[in-house]
């Protein structure tokens, strides 16, 4: 560990990769990354948005090569782009998205 | 899995500066509630002792993004790209093919209007696959259900009234994307 961080008494090692931290370091750390906290927009997206709509998009081609890399060896899209004119749903697509991975891993974890 | 995800708004160009953008996707992936990554906990201390503390620059975000776990499957999504200032947009697009260069189990989808498409390509390059998102009728369809069952006012709703709603509505938005699409 550098000495840098043993200089802080309020952080010790919890394995190789890791330090616990007192709660308010933290969030001084955490807020030191970044300010912003889109987390709460999220929030609003996911009450807003309506089941079944943009499901489509979860059928597509593109999405699934994107999803679940490229199946047949061809080139391997790690970026998905969805553009459209402005109220389309562009972001409540994206959500969609967001809860088919999770769901697709709460999955997993049963088997 | 962990997912991670940022709005961009035209509203507030100075607070999302690409520090910012990449530094909140960043507190958004760290892994262990309550702990701390060594290598941003070092550089966070490593700062601290800089009179005044130095601004988090972004190469350094970049590496801790890679010091994440590496073989963890990560989505990162960013929404509205083309609301990011453009003197900012290359740079970010800049980073965040650096971070998927040295994260191969990371993916990020994006959403943007048509005219952000030509830079997002230049910048990531064959990686990219793209999607047009359009209305579909039974999208529109399902939303206006959804939207009339949460009517403030049912009593003055009927059978009729719905289905005019609905109608209208629909070719409405029909008719308006068709403008648009003829552009």
């Known amino acids: 560990m550098s000495r840098a961080f043993t200089d802080n008494i309020n952080s010790f090692n919890v394995s190789n990769n890791f330090i616990l931290t007192a709660a308010d370091d933290e969030s001084k750390t955490l807020a030191w990354l970044s300010p912003l906290e889109p987390q709460v927009r999220h929030q609003d997206i996911c009450e807003q948005r309506v089941d079944g709509v943009g499901d489509w998009l979860l059928e597509t081609k593109e999405f699934r090569n994107w999803y679940n890399g490229n199946e047949h060896g061809g080139c391997d899209h790690t970026v998905l782009f969805c553009y459209g004119d402005p109220g389309v749903g562009k972001s409540y697509i994206r959500y969609k998205m967001i809860k088919e991975g999770q769901t697709k891993v709460i999955i997993a974890d049963n088997r | ?183």
Request: aromatic share 6%; proline share 7%.
């Open chain 2, 1 to 183: 899995m962990a997912v991670a995800c940022f709005y961009y708004d035209f509203a507030s160009p100075e607070a999302q500066s690409p520090t910012n953008m990449l530094g909140s996707l960043l507190k958004q992936l760290l892994p262990v509630p309550g702990a701390i990554p060594v290598e941003i906990g070092q550089r966070f201390w490593g700062h601290k002792k800089v009179i005044g503390g130095r601004k988090l620059q972004l190469p350094d975000i970049v590496k801790m993004f890679t010091s994440l776990s590496p073989l963890r499957r990560t989505f990162i999504c960013v929404d509205a790209l083309d609301e990011c200032v453009p003197k900012h947009l290359l740079e970010v697009l800049d980073a965040l093919g650096q971070i998927l260069r040295r994260s191969p189990n990371t993916r990020m989808f994006m959403t943007g209007r048509p005219h952000i498409l030509g830079a997002v390509e230049r910048k990531l390059g064959g990686r990219t696959a793209s999607v047009p998102i359009k209305p579909r009728d039974d999208d529109i369809v399902t939303y206006l259900r959804a939207r009339l069952s949460k009517d403030t006012t049912p009593e003055v709703m009927n059978s009729g009234l719905e289905n005019d709603i609905m109608n209208s509505v629909h070719e409405e938005v029909s008719e308006t994307y068709v403008e648009v699409g003829a552009r």
